[in-house]
């Protein structure tokens, strides 16, 4: 395996744990609004809805960083 198609798997498998990972919070955060779940429960899917809401933010500051380095590194290539 070369060392592209290296890195191109690791990025399948780290895109692969993310889509896992939303989608498990997804799952929490719409279980949320059960009327039928205890208070006890509610203010623990509360706080992980919450958490998620934080993962997002920096899910997305890290996308834009990285997305900012190769346009960089593209328009200093094309330069």
Known sequence: ???????????RQDA?????????????????HNPGL??????RLDCE??????????LRRIVDAVVGLFTHRKGAAHA
Do not use: H, K, P
């Open 38 to 43: 205890d208070a006890m429960e509610a203010a």
């Open 49 to 58: 809805r919450q958490d998620a809401a934080e993962i997002r933010g920096w």
């Open 16 to 32: 692969q744990s993310l889509r896992a990972m939303i989608a498990n919070l997804w799952q929490r955060m719409t279980a949320a």
């Open 1 to 11: 395996m070369t060392m592209q198609e290296q890195i191109l798997e690791c990025r």
